[in-house]
């Protein structure tokens, strides 16, 4: 079968998720085998769950079915098919994803599946939610075999005009303006994203981003310091843009690779000049049609590869991944 095809995987399922005070979250499934590993893939702010999958069965989650996984796709609060919608000053923060969404959505696919996703896959915002739930609840670090995040920073540390346009005018100035008269941001009357976004969880994302302590805003859990304790970390496979330097940047992965503190983290670079079809933007690494030539075949191989070192170590031959640093390799 021809891994990038478009026809939609044999299982595909729409789960809700209840939450407290009655809201649902929405939870997308597809797999060609309800037996196989789970992954759970993870949106960031002014997106839902589409980034991963399209309606013509496109998009990595798809492709991750096809090639002998079972993903899992949740919209989060507010997005997509989740209910309600976003809507004018209700309040959500990222402690209220860390300790509510996505614990609700780790618990459902344990219920199916008998057993916690063993990769995780995050796209930007939604790495910093997944690497910051890890620090507050370790234990649920030894159910992971790895993760991969892509286009994913906390701080933004590029800087270039193209990045103060976006993060200070575009993210910070109008965002903030339009969420105090409208009591949340309006992304897709502003074409910002997909989704609209809700005021809190926006200025969680501004403060982190302009370099606050990784430090939660409403209780002071410090995530950094979590981190930095030692406890394991998952390997980890990290994809950067090489062109795109208004939302996210290889500098900005390679800065968040180190917060994160001593791990098997691997970066790969994405560009033209670096072997790649294209210069992907942090969007399109992820709906461009060539990933699924590009980089998604290197990915799955990282996961299998992954999966093979974890079942080797549970059958008592120990290997230990190779720590393969911060270099930068062809996305291929």
């Known amino acids: 079968m021809d891994a990038g095809m478009s026809s939609v995987a044999t299982i595909e ?8 005070g009655g809201q649902q979250l929405h939870v997308k499934r597809l797999t060609n085998d309800p037996d196989a590993p789970a992954v759970l893939l993870l ?4 997106e839902d769950g589409t980034i991963f999958y399209s309606g013509k069965g496109r998009g990595l ?11 899992f796709v949740p919209d989060l609060r507010g997005k997509g098919r989740s209910w309600p919608p976003v809507r004018g000053w209700a309040s959500y923060r990222v402690g209220d994803a860390i300790n509510q969404d996505i614990p609700a959505v780790l618990s459902r696919i344990q219920e199916l599946k008998g057993e916690l996703p063993r990769f995780w896959v995050n796209h930007a915002w939604g790495g910093v939610l997944a690497s910051s739930f890890l620090a507050r609840y370790p234990r649920y670090r030894g159910s ?3 993760l991969v995040n892509f286009g994913v920073h906390r701080v933004a540390v590029q800087r270039s005009l193209s990045r103060l346009i976006w993060l200070q005018g575009l993210w910070h100035w109008l965002s903030r303006l339009t969420a105090r008269l409208r009591g949340y941001v309006p992304g897709r009357r502003l074409k910002l994203g997909v989704q609209d976004e809700f005021a809190g969880i926006q200025q969680d994302c501004i403060n982190w981003m302009r370099g606050r302590d990784w430090v939660d805003p409403q209780d002071r859990f410090d995530y950094g310091a979590a981190l930095s304790q030692g406890l394991r970390y998952p390997p980890a496979l990290y994809f950067a843009p090489s062109s795109d ?10 800065a968040f690779m180190r917060e994160i503190g001593h791990h098997n983290g691997r970066l790969v670079v994405l560009g033209q000049a670096l072997g790649n ?7 399109s690494m992820l709906t461009h049609p060539d990933a699924v030539h590009d980089h998604f075949p290197f990915m799955v191989n990282w996961l299998r590869e992954m999966n093979r070192l974890r079942d080797e170590a549970q059958d008592g031959d120990n290997p230990r991944p190779r720590n393969q ?3 930068a390799e062809r996305g291929q």
Do not use: E, T, W
Not at 13 to 20: G, N, P, R
Not at 43 to 46: A, D, E, F, I, T
Not at 277 to 283: A, F, L, V
């Open 144 to 146: 992971l075999n790895g």
């Open 277 to 283: 079809r294209h210069d992907y933007s942090q969007i």
């Open 325 to 327: 640093g911060h270099s």
């Open 245 to 254: 330097l208004a939302r996210c940047s290889a500098a900005d992965v390679k």
């Open 43 to 46: 949106h960031g702010l002014l």
């Open 61 to 71: 989650a798809p492709y991750l079915a096809h090639n002998g996984f079972d993903a």
């Open 13 to 20: 399922q729409s789960l809700m998720v209840d939450l407290a």
